[in-house]
């Protein structure tokens, strides 16, 4: 067992020569550390990449074609954007706001479903676990769901039409589920209900404040599912007069580009690439829409490092 | 590997949906009995319609294209206008160009009321979707609403568009014909003083390229082509350009043949692999997506669908000059007449004033040109007719795809196109001659497996052969073996089945 500092008396000074059979040789560490730190770097350098392409001059780009390091810089397609993207920053506030709220509604849901099903004592969990899990078995599909949505909920062009198909999953139920019945003892909720809590005040006051690695984990997966979303803008958010979610504006441009090359010989006499806005725009776009979920994920960084560790019965 | 995702995606759609449609079956044929009486009594004998007989309805249509952010505003004036004349609003609705076809396909299968929407060969494809029942047959309409229309396309038009003798679609008086041109870069014709009023072929392009190839910086692509070159082929296609089942267009027999087995084809190929070894072309062009020489002005020579005084608007958008040399004569194939058509759901409750509507656009200049250049003033001023000059509020929150709208020949002209613009297309259209195969539809529904097959086999050789990138020598007689085991003669053999008796109706 490592040594861990406790608050109140530091550790007595250790000899050096006892060793702690958990580490690894230096060697291995520094090769390790190298395997890593290029599976980081793969990562991280098509993004690089494109802040770099988003900051060429648009003429050195069709003679060059991309470089790391463009012979001439310029700020044209951020400047662009902010000029006449009045429609990219209206998307923008648009999914920030389906995030947001798409997120807190979706941790509602599937913490609430969760903590039920993971409760021994709640007569109906089978069958309640069962209606979860059949839908990742099988759905109904896309032509039924978008019935129900367009004809008969009539939510077609609202923001719920966002919202709601992604706001119960039935993966995050069942991992919920799991982390719920392996981090929160029954002791707890028994000593909670002994100290004269009700159901629902020992789920808020006692359940979730334990179980927050848990809820931040789901929490972040939903944020991104929000966040990345296009397919359901696609289909049920298509009003021409409304503001499209920022991704499906992004794919919209990469979708067109790539039909008006495919039928650039339909088109006729027709400037379609007037529409479409250059690469180094379109590279712009990407950092812009990449960058805020990249900045919300050192707030969820802390849960993940605290990890499962968090336990809260004295043993 | 996104691609591949979102074209399986999409095929999964397309699946469930046809499933979908099959199990609803089409709705209505013919005209729907109720309102055809009082709408009929609006027609008086010059063919004008008297609104002030008509009740009031609201029309929905679709359109390809990006929305406009004056959409709204042009609407109310073509309202205010279209009440007048046929006592009727219309509700246009743009659908973004990626998006049309799948959009279009969840609308029709969900029965979606709409009136009117805009198909084509290659978008919202025309042909399966009039054989699912998605459209209404028109021959009834256009004989009591539509005579405008009839009297104002080329016949061919609408010959050419019947599905087993059905119409289910009006076409856009546009081109008719496709032509293809070689496209020269004029600053370089004149540098090394290049003559080139006899090329046609692809051979005759060489002194040219390897001038160009000597004499000009490495960054010059003589012929600036990318993966979808295809080298000029005498044929008729049946399933598009890029399977090679096709009948010769001076054909005797009317036999379908296997293009890869055509001697034309072996010679187009070898001079492709020289013109590759050589450097006239990009090496990686059978990777290339697109090129984009038009932008940097370093090419000499590209390949493109032309129409009459193309070459203008070509010099106008590049920035330099250009001139074309024709390929071939222009031909009238079935897919350039079902290039840009509108066509009344099956689901639509009031086909008649959508019918009439489909006239006007066809006949009425005021209202053809209000939905293309928007409002006077505003998106435009009128110069001296018939020219106008874009205000810059028409490429900011009105352009409109103007040659999906209806008939072309009303519109306005912009400064430096000929006045005689039209009648220069009317003449193309009655100079070109119709393809073998024109008005006959493949239905590829009983060798479905085999053209998937097909198609995939062409992915996987047709564009690094016709670009030379590799030995024809080696690669043709493997590609022949792919073909053939996919099925290729199945296919051929299914076609010249369907087109038989297709020619033995049609005689």
């Known amino acids: ?315 | 590997m996104f691609k591949k995702k979102l074209s399986l995606l999409s095929l999964s759609l397309i699946m469930v949906l046809s499933v979908f449609l099959a199990a609803c079956g089409s709705k209505d044929s013919g005209t729907g009995a109720a309102g055809t009486s009082s709408e009929g009594a609006a027609v008086q004998s010059d063919g004008t319609v008297d609104s002030s007989k008509l009740e009031p309805v609201k029309l929905k249509m679709f359109m390809i294209g990006p929305n406009q952010k004056d959409l709204p505003l042009v609407q109310e004036e073509i309202n205010k206008y279209l009440t007048e004349k046929i006592n009727a609003t219309l509700e246009l609705s743009m659908i973004d160009w990626g998006d049309y076809s799948q959009r279009m396909q969840v609308i029709t299968s969900s029965g979606e009321n709409y009136d009117i929407a805009f198909t084509s060969s290659w978008a919202f494809d025309y042909l399966p979707n009039a054989a699912k029942g998605a459209f209404k047959p028109l021959n009834e309409l256009l004989e009591q609403y539509g005579q405008g229309i009839i009297d104002v396309l080329d016949p061919r038009f609408l010959e050419g568009t019947k599905v087993n003798g059905v119409n289910y679609g009006i076409p856009a008086n546009k081109e008719l014909a496709q032509q293809f041109v070689w496209r020269f870069n004029k600053k370089y014709l004149d540098k090394y003083n290049l003559d080139i009023s006899n090329v046609t072929t692809l051979e005759d392009l060489e002194p040219l390229l390897k001038t160009i190839k000597e004499n000009e910086p490495a960054d010059v692509t003589p012929l600036a082509v990318a993966k979808g070159f295809k080298p000029y082929m005498p044929f008729d296609f049946v399933l598009g350009d890029e399977i090679p089942i096709g009948m010769y267009i001076d054909t005797k027999d009317f036999k379908f043949v296997n293009i890869l087995e055509s001697p034309e084809l072996k010679s187009a190929l070898d001079t492709m692999r020289k013109y590759y070894k050589a450097g006239y072309v990009r090496e990686d062009i059978a990777t290339l997506d697109g090129i984009d020489n038009m932008k940097t002005g370093k090419w000499l020579v590209d390949r493109e669908i032309t129409q009459p005084y193309a070459e203008l608007g070509w010099s106008r958008s590049a920035g330099y000059d250009i001139v074309t040399r024709p390929m071939q004569d222009p031909i009238i194939y079935t897919g350039s007449a079902a290039g840009s058509m509108m066509a009344i759901s099956s689901y639509s409750k009031n086909p008649e004033r959508a019918m009439m509507f489909l006239n006007l656009l066809n006949t009425d200049e005021k209202l053809r040109n209000m939905i293309q250049y928007g409002i006077e003033d505003t998106h435009y001023t009128k110069l001296d007719a018939p020219y106008i000059e874009d205000l810059p509020a028409m490429k900011d929150n009105y352009s409109m795809p103007g040659f999906a709208l209806g008939n072309m020949y009303l519109t306005y002209l912009h400064e430096g196109e000929p006045a005689d613009k039209w009648e220069a297309f009317d003449e193309f259209n009655s100079s070109a001659t119709t393809a073998p195969t024109f008005g006959f539809n493949f239905d590829t529904s009983p060798v479905k497996t085999e053209v998937a097959a097909i198609s995939n086999v062409s992915k996987e050789f047709i564009s690094a052969l016709y670009t030379g990138s590799v030995d024809a020598a080696v690669y043709l007689p493997k590609a022949q073996q792919k073909f053939k085991d996919a099925g290729m003669d199945r296919v051929i053999a299914e076609a010249q089945k369907q087109f038989d008796e297709w020619k033995a109706n049609n005689q």
């Open chain 1, 1 to 315: 067992m490592p040594q861990y500092p406790t608050a109140g008396h530091d550790p007595a000074p250790q000899a050096r020569s006892k060793r702690d059979y958990n580490a690894i040789s230096p060697f291995w560490n520094v090769i390790f550390n190298i395997i890593i730190g290029v599976f980081a770097f793969s990562c991280i350098f098509p993004f690089l990449f494109v802040i770099m392409i988003s900051l060429t001059d648009e003429q050195t780009l069709a003679m060059e074609g991309f470089s790391l390091w463009p012979s001439q810089f310029s700020t044209a397609a951020y400047s662009y954007i902010f000029q006449t993207g009045g429609e990219l920053l209206s998307s923008f506030s648009l999914t920030l706001l389906i995030t947001v709220l798409g997120t807190l509604i979706n941790l509602t849901l599937v913490t609430t479903y969760a903590y039920a099903l993971s409760r021994r004592s709640f007569e109906f969990r089978g069958f309640f676990s069962f209606v979860a899990f059949f839908t990742m078995l099988f759905s109904g599909g896309m032509v039924p769901g978008y019935i129900v949505m367009t004809q008969f909920l009539h939510l077609q062009n609202t923001i719920w039409s966002l919202i709601l198909p992604l706001s119960l999953s039935a993966f995050s139920i069942i991992v919920m589920r799991t982390f719920f019945q392996t981090t929160v003892p029954d002791e707890i909720i028994e000593s909670a209900r002994i100290d004269g809590a009700g159901e629902f005040t020992t789920f808020v006051r006692i359940v979730l404040p334990v179980s927050l690695p848990g809820i931040a984990t789901i929490g972040l997966f939903s944020s991104l599912g929000y966040w990345n979303d296009w397919f359901n803008a696609l289909l049920y958010y298509n009003d021409p007069q409304k503001t499209p979610p920022l991704q499906y504006l992004l794919m919209q441009i990469e979708k067109n580009m790539d039909f008006l090359t495919q039928n650039a010989q339909n088109l006729g006499s027709f400037d379609a690439a007037a529409g479409i806005p250059t690469e180094t725009v379109r590279m712009a776009m990407v950092v812009l829409a990449t960058l805020p979920i990249i900045m919300a994920y050192p707030f969820f960084q802390r849960y993940f490092v605290q990890g499962l560790t968090v336990g809260s019965v004295k043993g």
